[in-house]
T-cell receptor, first 113, second 114 residues
Framework: EDKVVQSPLSLVVHEGDTVTLNCSYE??????LLWYKQEKKAPTFLFML????IEKKSGRLSSILDKKELFSILNITATQTGDSAVYLC?????????????FGQGTILTVHP | DAGVTQSPTHLIKTRGQQVTLRCSPK?????VSWYQQALGQGPQFIFQ???????QRGNFPDRFSGHQFPNYSSELNVNALLLGDSALYLC?????????????FGPGTRLTVL
């Protein structure tokens, strides 16, 4: 069965700090790994990673995938209070699981002023 | 460009009742997936619809059923509600031909079963 594990489960930092969120996975027929930010209800899409070693970057957020070691990290630099949210990692598999996203439990990030 | 929309926003039901949740996908998308998110957990895949057929199903009982209409919108039906069905129900839409199958989520329906 496909499995996604995120760590840490929660993190409390101060504005300006840099954080690294981790996601490891075990999945058959890997297609992509996705990161989402969930503040109130709808998870909002951050990144989709399909190739190993290529960093995706958007402003202060960046993410990289290691398909050999089966993990991804999400980095947030110069954190702001608006970064406080649950960060979800999900894996998209192929084959008989095509189209099904398997999510991790999420990392709760709290940024204090 | 309209994103994914869901209705209703909130719903309160009692045990044993039935509920129908609705989802309209993002414009141009043809595939709808449903997820259940219990408090403090990541979303769990319920099922996915494409071309008006259920294509994938997660580990949910037959009490959970769905439908997709010709305009790609979708419904999730839950029969014989249990207290454990209380959760945020998320709908996600995507374009099936996109190889990596990126999915966009709606705001969800918060279901409370008393």
């Amino acid at each position: 069965e496909d499995k996604v594990v995120q760590s840490p489960l929660s993190l409390v930092v101060h504005e300006g700090d840099t954080v690294t969120l981790n996601c490891s996975y075990e999945v058959t027929n890997f297609r992509s790994l996705l990161w989402y930010k969930q503040e109130k209800k709808a998870p909002t899409f951050l990144f989709m990673l399909t190739s190993s070693g290529i960093e995706k970057k958007s402003g202060r957020l960046s993410s990289i995938l290691d398909k050999k070691e089966l993990f991804s990290i999400l980095n947030i630099t110069a954190t702001q209070t608006g970064d406080s949210a649950v960060y979800l990692c999900a894996v998209n598999a192929g084959g008989t699981s095509y189209g099904k996203l398997t999510f991790g439990q999420g990392t709760i990030l709290t940024v204090h002023p | 460009d309209a994103g994914v929309t869901q209705s209703p926003t909130h719903l309160i039901k009692t045990r044993g009742q039935q509920v129908t949740l609705r989802c309209s996908p993002k414009s141009g998308h043809d595939t709808v997936s449903w997820y259940q998110q219990a408090l403090g957990q990541g979303p769990q895949f319920i099922f996915q619809y494409y071309e008006e057929e259920e294509r994938q199903r997660g580990n949910f009982p037959d009490r959970f059923s769905g439908h997709q209409f010709p305009n790609y919108s979708s419904e999730l039906n839950v029969n014989a509600l249990l207290l454990g069905d209380s959760a945020l129900y998320l709908c996600a839409s995507s374009l099936r031909r996109t190889q990596a199958h990126e999915q966009f989520f709606g705001p969800g329906t918060r279901l409370t079963v008393l």
